[in-house]
């Protein structure tokens, strides 16, 4: 297990999140530009996209891929509810809906930041597991929404409006579109159904651009990362303070919520029989937490919600805490699970 964390603690994409951290916290004038940070957003969704539905076009769509991706849905689907009603101990029920909606939708960072690591430990792992990331995005959006309306809230802006007042009846339409077609899904989907299309073949053709630059593009991405989750942090801390004084509850959900979820992917890729590269991969999406698709969303649904609590919980705690614990702890579970 030791061998695990450090060849985690040797990857140059973590060391240069941290280098991204400390230039924060020590008030370096670092910067990566905007325009500069959305490129590499797209450029990683763009190349594991494209890989996975190449390695899609060269394996079997049978009856265990798709048991694995409903399984994935049905992960997606369970883990909001608990987390609400965990959650509602603490929390009113605007903060608990987002919340939970985040800690049950992904990070597509996360799993390209997992795929690397599975690269480098040499395990090969099937491109199904693209698939299953972009499904596993959208459904805790809708599901958290559901929860809020369910313990008598109202949407905000994301509502039917009927002369002055509006009668707080949730526009599905735009919700639904800013759920399963913001860009992010939308891209690695396209990607995915373009390297699917082309395979081998396409793969050739742009492998120059898809492989070779995709360690040095994620280094700077991380970068990038770091120097916003460490500004986050402080902003966690004021946020739970004016909210009663919640920080120990969310700290510790934040910490302890994507270890539960992982327990469970770990057991459902155990179940369904999966490789280790698999298992792994599925297991850090869900124990992963959106700080991408799903603020966007809840800033369109549920603007009662507060994001300096749902964004800074996921980007600047959990977030970090999977690339440096996470991930090997989540290998080592695998490998014992898995183990005869």
């Known amino acids: 297990m ?4 450090l060849t985690n603690l040797a990857s140059p994409p973590l060391l240069f999140f941290f280098l991204g951290a400390a230039a924060a916290l020590l008030r370096s004038d670092l910067e990566i530009p905007a325009q500069v940070a959305k490129f590499l957003s797209l450029y990683l969704l763009f190349a594991i996209g494209f890989k996975g539905g190449v390695a ?3 394996s079997t769509l049978d009856a265990s891929v798709i048991s694995v991706l409903a399984a994935a849905v049905g992960l997606a689907c369970v883990v909001p509810v608990y987390a609400f009603y965990l959650l509602r101990l603490k ?8 919340i939970a909606a985040t800690y049950g939708s992904i990070s597509a960072v996360t799993f390209v930041t997992g795929t690397s690591y599975v690269d480098t430990q040499g395990l090969p792992w099937n491109g199904y597991l693209v698939a299953a990331m972009a499904l596993m995005e959208s459904p805790a959006i809708v599901i958290g929404i559901l929860l809020y309306r369910l313990h008598g809230g109202q ?3 994301a509502t039917v409006a009927h002369g002055d007042g509006g009668d707080g ?3 599905w339409g735009s919700l639904g579109r800013e759920a399963f077609l913001n860009g992010s899904v939308f891209l690695i989907l396209g990607s995915m159904l373009v390297g699917w299309f082309t395979g081998s073949a396409g793969m050739d053709q742009v492998k120059s651009v898809v492989k070779d630059p995709f360690i040095g593009l994620l280094c700077l991405f991380l970068l990038d990362m770091g120097i916003v989750a460490a500004r986050r942090l402080g902003q966690l801390s004021r946020s739970a303070g004016a909210a009663g004084g919640q920080l ?6 934040a910490l302890l919520v994507p270890l539960a979820n992982a327990v469970l992917g770990a057991l459902i ?4 029989g999966l490789g280790e590269g698999d298992a792994l991969l599925l297991t850090i999406l869900a124990a992963s937490a959106s ?3 799903v603020p966007a969303a809840m800033r369109l649904a549920l603007p009662e919600a507060n994001p300096s609590l749902y964004l800074p919980m996921s980007l600047a705690v959990t977030f970090p805490f999977n690339l440096l614990i996470g991930i090997p702890l989540y290998h080592q579970l695998v490998i014992w699970l898995l183990s005869p």
């Open 248 to 253: 120990p509850f969310l700290l510790g959900f």
């Open 56 to 58: 899609l076009s060269e």
């Open 291 to 293: 700080y991408i698709a």
């Open 2 to 5: 030791e061998s695990l964390f």
């Open 269 to 272: 890729g155990w179940q369904l």
């Open 169 to 171: 009846r949730v526009d």
């Open 155 to 157: 949407a905000g802006v």
């Open 91 to 98: 929390l009113g029920a605007p903060d608990a809906a987002a």
